[in-house]
């Protein structure tokens, strides 16, 4: 088994990423982002919350190093910052094998 560091950087980056994953409704965002790159409107739409609230989570998921927001004339277009949170997505949608 491979040594760990318990204050190793890493570390502490990946406890961010799963805090920050740890609400349901960030979950779902980026699972929607885990599919395509999208901006604010189009997330609040989709998930049938409001402007100023999906607003938020994503300031929350990009302070923690989940998401990047690229500027594209008027808006900031979403997307995943590392393609470890596709993966780590991925295994939270696999149903368990019995």
């Known amino acids: 088994m491979k040594k760990i560091k318990?204050?190793?950087a890493?570390?502490?980056q990946q406890a961010e990423w799963l805090r920050a994953m740890s609400h349901p409704l960030r979950l779902r965002m980026l699972m929607g982002l885990s599919q395509c790159e999208c901006?604010?409107?189009r997330?609040?739409?989709e998930l049938k919350i409001?402007?100023?609230l999906a607003s938020q989570h994503l300031?929350?998921?990009r302070r923690a190093g989940l998401i990047i927001g690229e500027r594209r004339g008027q808006e900031i277009c979403y997307r995943l910052a590392d393609p470890r949170i596709a993966k780590i997505l991925k295994l939270l949608l696999e149903k368990p094998r019995t």
Request: charged share 15%; proline share 11%; net charge negative.
């Open 6 to 8: 318990p204050e190793s």
């Open 10 to 12: 890493d570390i502490q």
């Open 39 to 41: 901006n604010v409107g």
């Open 43 to 45: 997330l609040w739409q």
């Open 50 to 52: 409001s402007q100023p």
């Open 59 to 61: 300031n929350r998921m």
